[in-house]
């Protein structure tokens, strides 16, 4: 690749290659799982025969769901202002890597760094992206990623029209953004549909502007829903087989009554081209992030105030919960509607308004989509039973007053050993050094024995243990004594509250028998 085949690329011209980069573990799996050799064993159990299943009529002709839909879809082109030379990834092992799927401040921002370079300067490049019209008076959807740092947005309708756009908001936690233009007159327009509806299999439609080409139609299925592909916080993709290819970014993806079900975001591609696998934000979920852009320029975001962890099989088993689902509550921010609500460390949240929590990453995304104000019913799991808590929703804070919320202000005693610890109370001149507040309790391990439980569970000298078995300690013998209790109840493991640092985490402490 040449320099100016370097320098003409643009951000806006990637379909999110984060993606192939979180993607890339898949790959080698897929690899290795082939046909079945000789010494595979079969199992003989008879399988029950699917029924047949009538072949319905499509509703209507691909063809007729194009011809109506294509008018509101548009090609979008951004002017932005690069720097250009110095420093780059040359001379890296991952350098070929990097700039098939990275611009230069994507690679700086990986590395946590800013390389230096030599006569720095400044140039012009294009990019292309692909939107579509939500409103007659001129409101078009795309990716954030599309139109992200440009000095200047310009719309090519269906019609060959070019026109001016300006940016009313963006969101990069979903990439998505929302465009204006003023064309003079009312514009075809398309309407979000039911994602939510939407089944493995489904028919699906898709028009963008591929490598700059123009409007182009392809077709496919929904291959798998709820697809987290790394991209942000709040993931839970549509992943399509439609080819879609880099250009296609912000177009959308149709059911064939000619609803938007989705906005094309993302490839899977070695290659930089389709290779079948592509992502594409809900519909369910771009309506609500829209509509906040349109009416307020940004999103407002229902907030709880818990840090989170998932659930393993280790804690779900000294949790006493039959299976890992839910998220384990590891802190609750002070003043936050968690606190207010009762939520406390150590419980399980387990759905929300009734909508399961089955992992991790559900939660984030449940809460978020909460209107500020609303009150919410949490299940939780606390001291081996479910219970219910209602909490008002809060508005996300910005950092700065996160930070200032969190903001947490420790007796010495003979050591004592368990599980290969070595415990001590906490004076209040450690408290201070490790920034654990006296309510908090706390016994600080001032070593661990090799080989030990402990060890292979991963604590350090240095950790704060803040509670065992959900009860709040204080001393090294309150330790001692949970730990002999859950051994006498014949419990595999302990759950433990660390503190390490700034983070708190909980962990399982397996009990060995003598």
């Given at each position: 690749m040449n320099n100016k085949q370097k320098s003409s690329r643009s951000k806006s011209n990637l379909a999110l290659g984060v993606a192939a980069v979180t993607l890339i573990g898949a790959v080698a799996v897929i690899g290795t799982i082939g046909g079945l050799n000789a010494s595979t064993s079969l199992s003989t159990k008879p399988v029950s025969a699917v029924q047949s299943i009538a072949v319905p009529n499509l509703p209507i002709n691909i063809a007729d769901v194009v011809e109506r839909v294509n008018p509101a879809v548009v090609s979008i082109q951004v002017t932005q202002t690069v720097n250009v030379g110095g420093q780059n990834s040359a001379g890296s092992p991952f350098g070929e890597f990097f700039e098939k799927f990275f611009e230069e401040r994507d690679i700086q921002r990986f590395r946590g760094q800013q390389p230096q370079r030599q006569k720095p300067r400044q140039q012009k490049a294009q990019g292309v992206g692909s939107g579509f019209i939500i409103d007659k008076a001129g409101f078009i959807v795309t990716n954030n990623h599309v139109i992200d740092n440009a000095d200047e947005i310009t719309v090519k309708l269906s019609t060959g029209k070019t026109v001016a756009a300006k940016l009313?908001?963006?969101?990069?936690?979903?990439?998505?953004?929302l465009l204006k233009i003023e064309a003079g007159k009312a514009l075809p327009h398309v309407s979000f549909g039911a994602s939510d509806s939407m089944r493995v299999g489904d028919w699906i439609v898709t028009i963008g502007n591929p490598f700059g080409l123009?409007?182009?139609?392809?077709?496919?299925?929904?291959?798998?829903?709820?697809?987290?592909?790394?991209?942000?916080?709040?993931?839970?993709?549509?992943?399509?087989?439609?080819?879609?290819?880099?250009?296609?970014?912000?177009?959308?993806?149709?059911?064939?009554?000619?609803?938007?079900?989705?906005?094309?975001?993302?490839?899977?591609?070695?290659?930089?081209?389709?290779?079948?696998?592509?992502?594409?934000?809900?519909?369910?979920?771009?309506?609500?992030?829209?509509?906040?852009?349109?009416?307020?320029?940004?999103?407002?975001?229902?907030?709880?105030?818990?840090?989170?962890?998932?659930?393993?099989?280790?804690?779900?088993?000294?949790?006493?919960?039959?299976k890992p689902v839910g998220a384990l509550v590891s802190r609750v921010t002070p003043n936050s509607p968690a606190k207010r609500a009762g939520l406390k460390r150590g419980d399980v949240i387990l759905d929300v308004n009734d909508k399961d929590v089955a992992q991790l990453r559900d939660l984030p995304r449940l809460v978020a989509n909460l209107e500020v104000g609303e009150k919410a019913e949490f299940k939780v799991w606390r001291d081996g039973k479910k219970i219910s808590l209602d909490a008002k929703i809060g508005k996300s804070p910005k950092r700065e007053q996160l930070a200032?919320?969190?903001?947490?202000?420790?007796?010495?005693?003979?050591?004592?050993?368990?599980?290969?610890?070595k415990l001590a109370a906490l004076d209040d001149r450690t408290r201070q050094s490790l920034g654990v507040e006296t309510a908090e309790g706390g016994v600080v391990v001032t070593d661990i024995l090799p080989n030990s439980a402990a060890a292979e569970t991963g604590l350090h000298q240095g950790d704060v243990i803040l509670s065992v078995g959900n009860k709040t300690v204080s001393e090294p013998a309150d330790v001692t004594r949970t730990i002999d209790e859950a051994k006498k109840n014949d419990r595999r493991a302990v759950l433990l509250l660390v503190k390490r640092g700034a983070s708190e985490r909980f962990v399982a402490l397996p009990l060995k028998k003598a």
């Open positions: 009313v908001g963006a969101d990069p936690k979903t990439d998505l953004a123009g409007q182009t139609a392809t077709t496919g299925i929904i291959s798998a829903r709820h697809r987290n592909i790394g991209a942000g916080p709040f993931d839970d993709f549509l992943q399509i087989d439609a080819p879609i290819n880099k250009g296609n970014s912000g177009g959308p993806a149709f059911n064939l009554k000619g609803e938007v079900i989705g906005v094309n975001t993302a490839i899977f591609s070695p290659s930089g081209g389709n290779v079948g696998i592509g992502f594409a934000i809900p519909a369910n979920q771009a309506k609500k992030i829209i509509t906040d852009l349109r009416e307020n320029g940004s999103v407002e975001r229902g907030w709880l105030g818990v840090h989170i962890q998932g659930v393993t099989e280790e804690l779900a088993n000294s949790l006493g919960l039959e200032k919320l969190e903001t947490e202000s420790q007796k010495n005693s003979n050591p004592q050993s368990v599980s290969g610890m």
